[in-house]
């Protein structure tokens, strides 16, 4: 990944705060993977056992170890950029900071569970000296930038539709939106903006625009427990009546697959299967999907009108078989569709059929990495090269999913959330 025939620079020297799934296995992994471009060298990590894993996996030492953020924040440290990993309702305190010490940071989304949060932050963007990148690895594939680059050249003449959907699928949704850590408003937030402000981010990107007005319908309908078949316990492995054919039935998501990999890994660090099993047995991730305490809708249609004239549709649902992201983009000289997990794009032209057929495709193959896609490893490059630019005084100008540009896709999800819950149309 070094730039080819380049000077070999030194890393860019980088602090993560919280060093959970996304701080530890995401952006931890790649450091570890590509030492010529990311180097930790501080962690800021309450949990003793997260902290001292990472800290050793990339030689950081006590000093350099801390068990909240402020510490890492006031620490004279040698530290060129700023990782914030924490949880949702976590993101305004060790962001706005690092914003004020200039330093370069890189915020997991979403940027802030509710309007104040986000807004917070946008100030502190303004006010501080630091720069912000917002976690939005969708922008960064090379299935939405390949789209992206058919739309604005014309391809399909001028884009006047698009129809999104983020297939979260039935065992994804139950493991992070009903039985985990985003399966309530007031731990998290709000389904639209945990799982869908990248898809906001991307339909914004595509309509060039800014977005006017906003429908949205939605709600939990079925992971509830009037939905709970008759005898079902409150644990999967206390005798559940209908093992056999229920599809969320916990040993049947969770025993199986690579113990190593999300979402196991989220389940238990402990190595093997009674491990796996115990944890099973009274853990959150145990529980019979109807007998938790989610709250979040598990399926919602939001219909968003840009300034650009583009109308756009967004699904987001439990209630697919497979996990990604389909588009169907119609523009007034063609359509595409695209299957991001696939690496698929097809483009037909109207031109080019005859009448009553439907025109020939066009097929674009484009690399699928893992993350998001591949979009997580360009994104942790992208950023780390901002930083190692930005060390040697060359400008490197608006990253591409800045603060500034993903304001709108949070703006546009709380807009969302209202017209749900209050039956209307929002005006932004
Ligand atoms: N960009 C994406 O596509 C994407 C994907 C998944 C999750 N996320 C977001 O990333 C964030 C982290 O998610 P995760 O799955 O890694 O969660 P996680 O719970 O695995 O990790 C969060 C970590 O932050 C730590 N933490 C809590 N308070 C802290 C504090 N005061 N100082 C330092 N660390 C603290 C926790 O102990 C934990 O280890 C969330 O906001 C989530 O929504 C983004």
Not at 56 to 65: N, V
Not at 156 to 177: K, P
Request: hydrophobic letters at 40%.
């Amino acid at each position: 990944m070094r730039c080819p025939g380049g000077p070999r620079r030194p890393p860019a020297r980088l602090g993560v705060i919280g060093a959970g799934q996304r701080g530890a296995d995401v952006y931890g992994a790649f450091a570890l993977a590509h030492p010529d471009l990311v180097r930790f060298v501080a962690v800021a990590e309450p949990d003793a056992e997260r902290r001292t894993r990472f800290a050793r996996a990339h030689g950081i030492g006590r000093e350099c170890s801390f068990d909240d953020w402020p510490a890492l924040i006031v620490a004279d440290l040698d530290v060129e950029g700023v990782i914030v990993a924490t949880p949702d309702r976590a993101h305004v305190g060790p962001a706005t900071a690092a914003l004020e010490c200039g330093h370069a940071v890189l915020l997991e989304k979403p940027i802030g569970s509710a309007p104040e949060e986000v807004e917070a932050i946008a100030e502190a963007g303004r006010r501080g000296a630091g720069e912000l990148t917002v976690a939005h690895p969708l922008r960064y594939t090379a299935f939405f930038s390949t789209i992206a680059r058919l739309v604005a050249d014309g391809a399909i003449g001028q884009l006047v539709q698009i129809d999104h959907l983020e297939n979260v699928s039935w065992w994804h949704f139950a493991h992070s939106y009903v039985r985990g850590n985003w399966r309530r408003e007031d731990l998290a937030s709000p389904l639209i903006l945990a799982k869908a402000c990248h898809d906001l981010d991307v339909i914004r990107w595509l309509a060039a625009g800014t977005c006017r007005s906003v429908a949205s319908f939605g709600s939990l309908r079925h992971f509830r427990p009037e939905e709970a078949p008759a005898g079902a316990p409150a644990y999967c492995l206390d005798g559940c009546p209908v093992a056999s054919s229920c599809p969320f039935y916990a040993p049947r998501i969770y025993l199986g697959p690579d113990p190593s990999r999300w979402p196991v890994s989220v389940v238990t660090r402990e190595p093997g299967e009674a491990a796996l099993v115990e944890a099973l047995r009274r853990g959150p991730y145990g529980r019979c999907v109807y007998r938790c305490d989610n709250d979040v809708v598990d399926h919602q249609g939001t219909l968003l009108e840009f300034a650009t004239g583009v109308v756009a549709t967004l699904t987001v649902t439990a209630f697919t078989a497979e996990n990604g992201r389909t588009v169907k983009l119609m523009g007034t000289r063609g359509e595409i569709r695209g299957h991001m997990e696939r690496g698929r794009i097809e483009v037909r032209r109207f031109a080019d059929g005859a009448a009553m057929q439907p025109p020939p495709a066009q097929r674009i193959e484009v690399a699928v990495g893992d993350g998001h896609g591949g979009g997580d490893s360009r994104m942790i490059e992208a950023f780390a090269r901002r930083v190692i630019a930005a060390r040697a005084g060359r400008p490197a100008g608006e990253p591409a999913t800045s603060l500034a540009v993903s304001l709108d896709s949070h703006r546009m999800a709380f807009a969302a959330e209202r017209a749900r819950k209050e039956g209307v149309v929002v005006r932004l």
